[in-house]
């Protein structure tokens, strides 16, 4: 017989008559048990703000949605029944319209129980609407599931409001895409030389190492090259400069593209090709 199941029979043993009087010392207080990946995930949320940016179908009547959460990040549920014709979900579920939602479950897969629309949003309409499919493709393909960017999450509103409102659209997603490289912790910091750590200079030529930051250009460099006045405007967010304009959206397709590892962006072909962000 082990020792823990022999401590266990004497534990349950009765005690003898005289013992049963004695008062048993109070137990020590139980530590805080640290939460789990599993508690991390929780077993139910409810009026969680969100938008969906992707969703698809899941056997005969139901769908798997693509959810942006703003305190649990981008999560992937079940909505059950939402193809029915007269399911609630069914008109619910569609994308830059902000959200209410509830889910529950443990696991990576969970289950909507609930969606209900907010309202006070513009529709996006024409360009706006590609661009916003472009903003959802790329948190799509770079935000990991589960990883809250409450920050960002409130800038994604903001530039869908922009857009809405018709605010130049080239401007308004290098804002976003410096944002996400930002929040994802992949942005090096635009004002500081990487060789020298002296402030970036605007009248010198750079080129942008995706890991490092930037640094003085060389002639067998094969990256975009920048001017430095670019760089300190991208870091003030100002993009009034045509050059700085035309430098930030070479810059930043070269960032991203070096940050998905070479996977294409369909929706910003699109763009390119029809209006040339």
């Not at 029915?84 to 569609?94: A, E, I, K, N, T």
Request: net charge positive; hydrophobic share 40%.
């Amino acid at each position: 017989m082990s020792t823990t199941t022999l401590d266990a029979d004497i534990a349950a043993a009765p005690a003898p008559e005289a013992e049963r009087e004695v008062v048993p010392a109070p137990a020590p207080p139980k530590r805080p048990r640290a939460p789990s990946r599993e508690r991390t995930f929780g077993t139910k949320v409810a009026g969680q703000p969100a938008f969906v940016l992707h969703s698809y179908p899941y056997k005969e009547t139901s769908l798997i949605i693509d959810l942006f959460t703003r305190d649990f990040g981008r999560v992937a549920l079940i909505a059950k029944g939402a193809k029915r014709p007269h399911s609630q979900l069914r008109g619910v579920l569609q994308t830059f319209q902000p959200l209410s939602s509830s889910w529950v479950g443990k696991s990576e897969l969970r289950t909507l129980t609930d969606a209900e629309w907010v309202g006070g949003m513009l529709p996006l309409e024409k360009t706006a609407l590609l661009c916003g499919f472009y903003l959802n493709e790329l948190l799509v393909k770079l935000l990991a599931r589960d990883d809250a960017h409450p920050r960002l999450f409130d800038h994604y509103v903001a530039t869908l409001n922009q857009l809405a409102h018709n605010e130049p659209a080239p401007i308004v997603l290098r804002k976003f895409e410096r944002a996400l490289l930002k929040e994802t912790g992949v942005a090096a910091e635009l004002t500081r030389c990487t060789d020298t750590r002296r402030t970036v200079q605007a009248d010198v030529v750079y080129v942008v190492d995706p890991e490092r930051g930037p640094r003085p250009e060389r002639a067998a460099d094969p990256w975009p090259r920048v001017a430095g006045k670019t760089l300190l405007d991208m870091e003030r967010e100002d993009y009034q400069d045509a050059a700085t304009q035309a430098q930030s959206k070479q810059l930043m397709r070269f960032l991203l593209a070096h940050h998905l590892g070479g996977a294409p962006l369909n929706t910003r072909q699109i763009l390119i090709d029809l209006m040339q962000l």
